[in-house]
């Protein structure tokens, strides 16, 4: 079994009691600060999804170790912290910002992606920084799209915060598929948007043998700039049901992108 992660001082003392064969390797540097992120990451989800002591000790003993790699001044976070609560206050009262209107702010008007999620009449679901929702010009039956909530365009602006986000808004979505009744949908479609090419796709959709069946498999693609094919400039991650039989022969997937090149 594969781990790929970093581990307690004391894990390989047990796992050669144990009897377990294992292999390890000391990391420094830059790769031990990655992996260092990455555990502080894998322990609040692990206690987010559990809310339990033993978990919130976890995450205390790999801040601990952040405070003393990067020589953190334990007083001088406290000072901080005793600041912010006076000047912000704290997250007691459970207050939950929605919105914010900046007149300086093109982003809402320019960009159909972000105006889509501000109407909020085609999200089908969400978490704190993604949403998804059905494309307009499906593909397949259950063709969907997930879409940061921040306006950015390319697959590299994306931050480490938001790559631990858009796993699980992924993984939600196809989940959330099965229980969707796709010719619903693809209807309130065609009576909200009545466009031509919309209403065309719509439509095969609405007529397609693989309506609300459940897919043989996926393909996850992103158009990562304009000569890879996208046409709005705001990222956006494509979840496209496959089905045996939707294609004479699916070998090669996402290679037939390219003429003569998928079949090899």
């Given amino acids: 079994m594969r781990h790929d992660k970093l581990i307690r001082d004391g894990i390989p003392a047990i796992l050669n009691e144990k009897g377990i064969k294992y292999s390890s390797h000391l990391i420094v540097g830059k790769k031990y600060e990655e992996a260092l ?5 894998e322990e609040v989800y692990e206690f987010v999804d559990k809310m339990d002591p033993e978990e919130m000790a976890d995450v205390e003993t790999v801040l601990d170790t952040i405070y003393n790699y990067y020589r953190i ?12 609560l006076a000047k912000r206050g704290g997250f007691e009262k459970g207050i939950f910002l929605d919105e914010t ?6 982003n809402y008007e320019n960009c159909f992606f972000c105006k889509t999620y501000h109407d909020g009449k085609e999200v089908f679901s969400e978490n704190q920084f993604f949403y998804s929702r059905f494309d307009r010009f499906p593909v ?12 950015f365009a390319n697959l590299d602006d994306m931050t480490q915060l938001e790559w631990n986000f858009i796993l699980p808004m992924i993984k939600e979505t196809v989940n959330k598929i ?56 705001h990222f956006h991650w494509h ?12 070998r090669g997937g996402g290679r037939h992108i390219i003429p003569g090149k998928g079949s090899y």
């Avoid at 209107?101 to 093109?106: A, G, L, M, T």
């Avoid at 996926?218 to 996208?230: C, L, V």
């Fill in 37 to 41: 992120k990455a555990k502080l990451i």
């Fill in 73 to 84: 001044d334990r007083d001088e976070v406290r000072r901080l912290k005793e600041s912010k």
């Fill in 101 to 106: 209107h900046r007149s300086n702010s093109q």
């Fill in 140 to 151: 397949e039956p259950g063709h969907l799209e997930v879409i940061p909530k921040r306006h």
């Fill in 178 to 233: 099965n229980e969707s009744d796709l010719r619903k949908v693809y209807k309130d479609l065609q009576t909200d948007f009545p466009e031509g090419k919309s209403m065309r796709l719509l439509e095969e959709a609405l007529n397609s043998p693989f309506l609300n069946k459940t897919p043989d498999a996926r393909n996850h693609f992103i158009n990562d700039g304009r000569a890879a094919g996208r046409t709005i400039d």
């Fill in 239 to 250: 979840i496209l049901p496959r089905y045996n039989g939707d294609v004479e022969n699916p």
